[in-house]
């Protein structure tokens, strides 16, 4: 056995080297080599071939003999030929290495799509293969209701089909290659056929397969939409739909074309009908620590996860899914999201960092990103903010609290045709006590403005904005914030951050007022009460303000005749009358 397996790998040596020659590539070997490797661990893995005919330790001596032979030819130095044996080679072994530990990780969800789509990325060179892998990732992350990496996975093989469609023949209404799909995915463009070692389609046994056809790309995209449907992200889905309709034109096919653009109106209706209502996922960073981990250890992630995911949640499936897959090696939850001192890990534990993390975007981003499909979607940097003192202390009073922000950036857009993506960035920004106090503020007011425009509107969570924003029970609220940074009119005149910060309390002001306006109209008579102490509250807050708040003139501003602020705070301070009126008319 051991000449025969000699005599084999000289044999492949030799083959390729011949190809190499002929045509400075051996890609049709290479993908003849990979499509063999492929059916042979298949067979293993379907039962077909049994464990003796397969010994994948003498595949790897194999493969390292290969490597040898390439860099000792004499005939060959100089060339690429070398480097390509050994490229091969790397791959091969890849694609045998995790398809070995496919078994192991059939428990761990994230692990498995980490190794599916590494063995797809291998079949590169051979997109029948690929084709097949992503499929078998769109049923997997399905089997789990990850519907929109599902949809990605379709979005992806569609790409490829028409990549390679496009190499056979230009058809002016089929999409010119993976380029087309841009506007549903950015990450499209790996499935680009760019690469020295593309086979043309034209070759024998290259893209054989049924989908690789008109009707191929209409059925994977088909899919896709629906997928997209149902994970609610119903832009993608109308995307998806727009590269449908080209088609279906061509082909005179009407009824399809009526389907579609009803479906393209019961899309679009959702998204008027839901609004800013949509919550389209939670991300979360994990990290992980322990030299038990091997190559996890040190690696940080972006998970997304279903919509309203808690972080109480996912540290608990953490926790059970490693510690069942260490045993008995303790596995701890790091809540705290500060930067974790390595020389204080014990090395026989099993450390995973879970943090929130929300998707970051600088503030010209945010003039496009309006809607919340916008603001989850083709996402690559995510921040969290780590609270610290000078003193040492992670929590202080108002005027001593910093804030460390820490922005990551991932290998990938979000969402992907996997749920967690490696972070390979990270940038911090610090703080000081009066820029945290104008981030506060600053969201208080989107939150307050979010609320105040909902249409249809929603009561409830309006007045749990009003509630935190003018009540006088609320500990460091807007008044605190107001009474330590601007009593000190000198200071204010001297401090560009303190001046920003008496705009951002103008503009929540505003907001308020005009909260306080739309919930007079949307309470029912219970409530009127409640409506009027919001309404003495926020009163008495305009008036503890003003005393702190320095004249817009200071800042080089003349002030307006009578401002959209003031017109509203009349007719608030009427708001008892407005009422006891409105009963008696009753």
Request: aromatic share 8%; with cysteine; net charge neutral.
């Amino acid at each position: 056995m051991v000449s025969t397996r000699s005599q084999a790998t000289a044999s492949l040596y030799l083959l390729m080297r011949q190809n190499y020659e002929i045509g400075a590539s051996f890609a049709r070997i290479k993908v003849q080599v990979t499509v063999g490797l492929s059916t042979i661990v298949g067979g293993v893995q379907q039962g077909v071939l049994g464990q003796s005919v397969f010994n994948p330790e003498f595949l790897r001596r194999s493969l390292k003999t290969l490597v040898t032979y390439a860099n000792n030819d004499q005939s060959m130095a100089g060339t690429s030929f070398p480097d390509q044996v050994t490229d091969l080679a790397a791959n091969l072994n890849m694609i045998l290495v995790d398809t070995v530990k496919m078994n192991e990780s059939k428990e761990d969800d994230q692990m498995l799509l980490d190794l599916m789509h590494r063995i797809a990325n291998g079949y590169q060179n051979s997109p029948d293969l690929r084709l097949t892998w992503l499929q078998n990732m769109a049923g997997k992350h399905s089997e789990r209701n990850h519907h929109c990496e599902a949809a990605m996975c379709m979005v992806h093989a569609a790409a490829l089909v028409a990549e390679y469609l496009y190499l056979i023949e230009d058809s002016p209404f089929l999409p010119r290659g993976c380029v087309a799909f841009q506007g549903i995915s950015l990450n499209v463009l790996e499935e680009s056929a760019i690469s020295d070692d593309v086979i043309s389609p034209d070759e024998d046994g290259i893209c054989t397969g049924k989908l690789f056809s008109e009707s191929g790309v209409v059925g994977l995209l088909t899919q896709a939409a629906v997928l997209f449907e149902v994970g609610g992200l119903f832009e993608s889905a109308c995307q998806v739909y727009k590269v449908l309709i080209p088609i279906h034109e061509a082909n005179r096919a009407f009824k399809e074309l009526a389907k579609l653009h009803g479906k393209l109106q019961h899309l679009y209706t959702q998204i008027t009908e839901k609004g800013a209502r949509r919550v389209l996922g939670s991300y979360f960073r994990i990290a992980f620590y322990g030299e038990l981990l091997d190559d996890l250890n040190g690696t940080e992630f972006i998970y997304r996860e279903q919509s309203l995911t808690q972080l109480a949640e996912i540290s608990l499936r953490l926790q059970t899914l490693y510690s069942n897959r260490y045993k008995p090696y303790p596995v701890e939850i790091v809540k705290d999201s500060s930067k974790v001192d390595l020389s204080t890990l014990d090395p026989g534990k099993i450390y995973v960092q879970v943090t929130f993390v929300e998707p970051y975007f600088d503030r010209y981003e945010l003039r496009d990103r309006v809607t919340p499909y916008d603001k989850n979607f083709n996402i690559r940097r995510f921040v969290y903010s780590t609270p610290f003192t000078v003193s040492g202390k992670a929590h202080g009073d108002v005027k001593s609290q910093w804030k460390r922000k820490t922005i990551l950036t991932t290998t990938n857009p979000l969402p992907y045709v996997k749920t967690r993506v490696k972070v390979i960035e990270r940038e911090e920004i610090e703080l000081t006590p009066a820029e945290v106090a104008i981030e506060d503020m600053s969201v208080r007011t989107r939150d307050l403005k979010q609320a105040t425009s909902l249409e249809p509107p929603d009561p409830k969570l309006l007045q749990v904005q009003l509630q935190g924003a003018i009540s006088t029970t609320v500990n460091q609220g807007p008044l605190e914030i107001a009474s330590t940074f601007l009593s000190d009119k000198e200071a204010v005149a001297k401090s560009h951050h303190l001046q920003k910060l008496c705009h951002c309390f103008r503009e929540f002001s505003l907001r308020c007022g005009e909260a306080l306006e739309k919930n007079k109209h949307l309470i029912g008579e219970d409530q009127r009460e409640y409506q009027r102490e919001m309404e003495r509250n926020f009163i008495t807050f305009k008036e503890k303000l003003s005393f702190m708040l320095p004249e817009k003139r200071a800042f080089g501003v003349r002030p307006r005749r009578k401002s959209r602020e003031t017109s509203l705070l009349q007719k608030i301070s009427r708001g008892s009358g407005f009422l006891d009126g409105e009963s008696k008319a009753q």
